[in-house]
């Protein structure tokens, strides 16, 4: 579905960034992104090193994420 199809739905366009930022952060397993998976065996990383590094760092995004969100695409319809 496209955002054109949500937004027609009335979905609000800061919904749909939050969706999109949520489906992007996946810093947390070597599986998440293939860069993460093109490094991880060849940098001789651990699984418990994503998860270490990984979860604080989707815990900041997330964090600014809601801050600035509602800032840039206000809560109206």
Known sequence: M???AWLSLGVVLCCII???????ASFATPIGYQTNLMVYGPGGYR??????IGVPLNLVV???????IPMVWPFKP
């Open 2 to 4: 496209g955002v054109s």
């Open 18 to 24: 939050a969706v999109m930022m949520g489906a992007s």
């Open 47 to 52: 699984f418990g090193d994503y998860l270490r």
């Open 62 to 68: 997330g964090i600014i994420t809601v801050l600035i």
